[in-house]
C-alpha cells in the first residue's frame, strides 16, 4: 500500500522568504502522479502544483516549484517569496496510475509572518 | 475550469436526524466521486469511492449503514449520514475527476468547497 509522509507539522517563515515543505512517499509502483495541495483557513483544497513520476524535469508554477527525486521518493515544494496569503495547510498526495483514489499526507501547517 | 459544488457548505442538526449532503460536477460528468472526512488539523481521510452506477467502494472501518453514498447520475453523487450523532460532526469533503480531460489523471481532482456538519 502507498503511504505519504511529511515531517513538519508546522513551519513557520518570514514574509518574502523562501521555504521548503518535505514530503516523502512508498509505493512500489514505477509510474504515478504527485500533487501539492493548499487549504486555506476557508478549507477549500486548491491544487498548488503537480509532477508526473515518469518526468525528470522538476515542475514549477510561478513562485512554487518542487525537488522530485524519484529514486528517493521525496517530493519537496519549495514556495519563494514568500506571501501572507500563502499562510494554509499543505498536503502532499500521492495518485496510482490505477487512478483509483488519491492518497494525503498528513499536512504541513505554514504561517507566513509579516 | 472544471467545478464542483457541494451544498450545504454548513448544517446544524439535532441528534439522530439524517442529514444528506450533495456533491456536483457542474460542468464535466463524473463517473468517479469521492467522500472524505477531515476532523480539525488533521489531512484528509477517504471514506468511500463513488462510482455511478454501482455500489460505492467504502474504505475500511466505514460503517456503510451510516454513510449511505447514492451516485444515481454522472454529475450528482449523495452522502447521507443517517441518525447522526455528535461524534459524526466533523467536515466532509467531496471530489469528482475528469475522466474526459486530454491531461488524464494530471488533471487531478476537483473538490468541492466542504460542509461543516454539526450534531448537537
Sequence with gaps: ?114 | GAVVSQHPSWVICKSGTSVKIECRSLDFQATTMFWYRQFPKQSLMLMATSNEGSKATYEQGVEKDKFLINHASLTLSTLTVTSAHPEDSSFYICSASNPDSVRGPLEAQHFGDGTRLSIL
Design chain 1, 1 to 114: 500500500a502507498q503511504t505519504v509522509t511529511q515531517s513538519q507539522p508546522e513551519m513557520s517563515v518570514q514574509e518574502a522568504e523562501t521555504v521548503t515543505l518535505s514530503c516523502t512517499y512508498d509505493t512500489s509502483e514505477n509510474n504515478y502522479y504527485l500533487f501539492w495541495y493548499k487549504q486555506p483557513p476557508s478549507r477549500q483544497m486548491i491544487l498548488v502544483i503537480r509532477q508526473e513520476a515518469y518526468k525528470q524535469q522538476n515542475a514549477t508554477e510561478n513562485r512554487f516549484s518542487v525537488n522530485f527525486q524519484k529514486a528517493a521518493k521525496s517530493f519537496s515544494l519549495k514556495i519563494s517569496d514568500s506571501q501572507l496569503g500563502d499562510t494554509a495547510m499543505y498536503f502532499c498526495a500521492f495518485l496510482s496510475t490505477s487512478y483509483d483514489k488519491v492518497i494525503f499526507g498528513p499536512g504541513t501547517s505554514l504561517s507566513v509572518i509579516p
